[in-house]
């Protein structure tokens, strides 16, 4: 008897009600209770026990060390700063002393993870002037728990106060010290801030307390979300064999760093407890709610999806939405644009939709699209901050199902085509390579875990995220559509697929402005092919021609006459500056130099957004492509297409000496993961030697992904911007 029969999601397989008569009552009752003995037969896996029991161990063992924990007051980005460990402080500041704060009344000190055992506090403050310690507070009171703890002088040279806290003061192992002081209002009347006394930095000690209790409300969390965890990858690899072991294996393999991190960082440790939680919580439920409708769609469009390959698919999707919007959650993680799309998004739903931003110096339309399609959400998530952070690291997650469904799909109908042709055609040998699945598999998880796409989450590039989310829908739309034109036996046209390419042809271009620009080129393009050769006469060419007529011409013109034309003597102005003066004349900059520009796109473009190999393997991918047969072309063409559109865009800087741009590089992002996935299949199959060369080349891209997404999460660090 297989293993994987055993396990959560094969148990949860008599979920769906059988009868369609059945209530929904009943159907509800049948679903908790197999949703029940599921996890009854997940929890009885000796395994998880063995990783959880490890898990504990390492965090009692972790609050036993003695700790040195330094806080650099001041630093808002970077290793050592001092963010989300500070509550109430002013604006981080820096002169010859150094960098510091000023306290505000009540500011506050919290660090969790530090176990309940004795500490010692060290504050440093900065000097001051006569001016400021005639007119502002004489003495700093320390309170822990409602208790006061200390008072301690405020001396024009600065101070170095060392403040022992007893074990019985850190309630569940979290230090929480307010620092009490009168404040005072600087004299200069641009200056309205209320300021106390300016800290320089903070260190927390330990000497050896055994045995110390630690942070039970962190050691709880993160068990229950490593708990969370193993639930979620056994019902994401459903019907794959040995499920239980390949979740053991992926948990065993994070476990030690929740752990390390315990014993290297434990404030940090204890303050990403409840974003891990609610991520895996969220995630849980987002494999109960895809298992079922992305098997229902992959059969109405005739995409191959076997049940092993759903659950790595779906595997792929949780896992990316998790670091995503777990890593969002993370107090006090880099913010990015998240207050400029929460305050555009409240103009939108507010009855303003014509809105001018402006980037790098020059007025743009912005468009209003993805504000109007997440409105109605807020009848459910009223708070537009969360709604966006949550929506588009959903997005982001989902894009994977689309990049499996179009190489899935034209492996399928390429490989038909192959067996034709091989069956009509004696003196050609070759055979259909059964490995298209795997590939769009890579594919989806090249698209998803390169750091471009971690990226755009923390600069919070929200409207970018959701248009190049429709993008890819739309190009997803267009592949599986000239495949249903392209078949041996083509089916009708339906009036429906103008209409869907038609709407996601708008949503692109009432998304993103950059995303409008790119994708009318590349649909330009593509008309340029097919309408000739539907005038020669071409049958599949003539099938295609009207629906995109009308989904290209019409929402070209839908988007000119809602949105665009409101900004033609915007646009008219712009052209008279630019014909005189370039765009560095329009954007009021001076010209930037070639060698910087070109210092960017290769040390930014080329090497950090992708992890260099996936953009380096694309073109022997899209060659690979070609190869696969006539029905590949479609997507092919595609591919070639995005990448001229991009390349045009690349080279642009380089005439005009600016650097507007119109995210040219993440345009053809789908692209660059397709490419790479079909040219480390080719390398895979090569011998050993290049299978250890895909084996380096992945784990730089990993571990490029890695620095890119730990960086902003914990330290605020800032990633480039991606372009």
């Not at 055993?6 to 929904?24: D, E, I, K, T, Y």
């Not at 009347?189 to 330990?206: F, N």
């Amino acid at each position: 008897m297989q293993i994987h029969n055993q396990g959560l999601p094969h148990a949860a397989q008599r979920v769906a009600p059988q009868h369609p008569a059945l209530s929904f009552q009943v159907w509800l009752l049948r679903a908790l209770k197999a949703e029940g003995q599921a996890w009854q037969t997940a929890l009885s896996y000796p395994a998880l026990y063995i990783l959880l029991l490890g898990m504990a161990l390492g965090f009692l063992v972790a609050v036993q060390v003695p700790l040195n924990y330094s806080i650099d007051v001041g630093i808002e980005e970077g290793y050592g700063g001092d963010l989300p460990h500070l509550r109430n402080f002013n604006t981080a500041e820096q002169d010859s002393h150094g960098t510091y704060r000023w306290t505000r009344d009540e500011a506050r000190i919290v660090m969790p993870g530090l176990g309940q055992r004795a500490v010692t506090v060290r504050l440093d403050f900065f000097p001051i002037s006569a001016e400021v310690l005639a007119i502002g507070p004489s003495e700093i009171e320390l309170w822990v728990q409602g208790e006061p703890l200390a008072t301690l002088p405020v001396q024009m040279p600065g101070g170095h106060y060392s403040i022992r806290v007893p074990s019985h003061l850190l309630e569940q192992g979290t230090l929480d010290l307010l620092i009490r002081t009168a404040t005072f209002v600087p004299p200069d009347p641009d200056d309205p801030r209320s300021l106390g006394t300016p800290l320089d930095r903070v260190t927390v000690s330990t000497g050896t307390s055994f045995p110390a209790a630690p942070d039970w409300g962190a050691f709880g969390l993160w068990l229950a979300a490593a708990l969370l965890a193993w639930a979620t990858m056994l019902r994401a690899l459903d019907a794959v064999p040995r499920a239980p072991h390949w979740a053991t294996g992926l948990l065993a393999g994070v476990a030690p760093l929740v752990v390390l991190s315990a014993f290297l960082d434990p404030p940090r440790w204890a303050f990403g407890a409840q974003p891990a939680l609610i991520a895996t919580v969220i995630s849980y439920a987002l494999v109960l709610a895809l298992r079922p409708t992305v098997r229902y769609l992959a059969r109405q469009l005739d995409i191959p999806l076997d049940g092993r390959t759903v659950g790595w698919l779906l595997l792929i999707v949780v896992l990316a939405f998790g670091t995503r919007y777990g890593g969002r959650l993370y107090p006090r993680s880099m913010h990015g644009d998240i207050g400029f799309h929460t305050n555009r998004f409240n103009e939108v739903t507010g009855g303003y939709i014509y809105i001018v931003s402006r980037n790098r110096g020059v007025n743009f339309p912005y468009p209003p699209g993805p504000y109007l399609v997440l409105a109605p959400w807020l009848l459910v998530a009223p708070d537009p901050s969360y709604l966006l952070q949550l929506s588009a690291a959903l997005v982001e997650g989902l894009s994977a199902l689309f990049i499996y469904a179009m190489v899935a799909r034209t492996g399928a109908v390429a490989a038909a085509w192959r067996q034709r042709q091989q069956h009509h055609t004696a003196t050609r040998q070759s055979r259909a390579p059964p490995l298209y699945s795997r590939i769009a598999l890579l594919a989806a998880g090249i698209y998803v875990f390169t750091a471009a796409g971690y990226m755009t989450t923390w600069w919070s590039f929200d409207t970018h995220i959701y248009t190049q989310f429709a993008t890819l829908v739309l190009i997803t739309a267009l592949v599986l559509f000239g495949l249903r034109c392209c078949t041996a036996a083509p089916r009708p046209i339906t009036p429906l697929w103008a209409a869907v390419l038609l709407l996601l042809v708008g949503l692109v271009f009432l998304g993103h402005f950059g995303f409008f620009i790119n994708t009318a080129l590349l649909g330009g393009m593509a008309l340029l092919i097919v309408l000739p050769l539907a005038w020669r006469g071409v049958a599949w060419a003539q099938m295609a021609r009207t629906p995109l007529l009308v989904a290209g011409v019409g929402g070209l013109c839908l988007a000119l006459l809602l949105f665009y034309t409101a900004y033609l003597w915007l646009f008219i102005e712009q052209a008279r500056v630019t014909a005189s003066s370039g765009l560095t004349g329009l954007a009021e900059r001076a010209p930037v130099p070639r060698w910087y520009l070109w210092q960017v796109l290769w040390q930014v473009g080329i090497i950090q957004h992708f992890g260099f190999f996936p953009l380096l393997l694309a073109p022997l991918g899209v060659w690979q492509v070609g190869r696969q047969g006539r029905p590949a072309w479609i997507m092919g063409g595609l591919l070639v297409g995005s990448f001229l559109v991009s390349l045009a865009f690349a080279v642009l800087p380089f005439i005009t000496l600016s650097t507007q741009s119109t995210r040219w590089l993440m345009f053809s992002a789908w692209a660059v993961a397709i490419g790479a996935a079909f040219a480390v299949q080719l390398l895979w199959r090569s011998g050993r030697a290049a299978r250890l060369l895909v084996a380096v080349m992945g784990g730089y891209v990993l571990w490029n992904t890695f620095v890119f997404w730990i960086g902003p999460m914990l330290w605020r660090i800032r990633p480039p911007e991606p372009f």
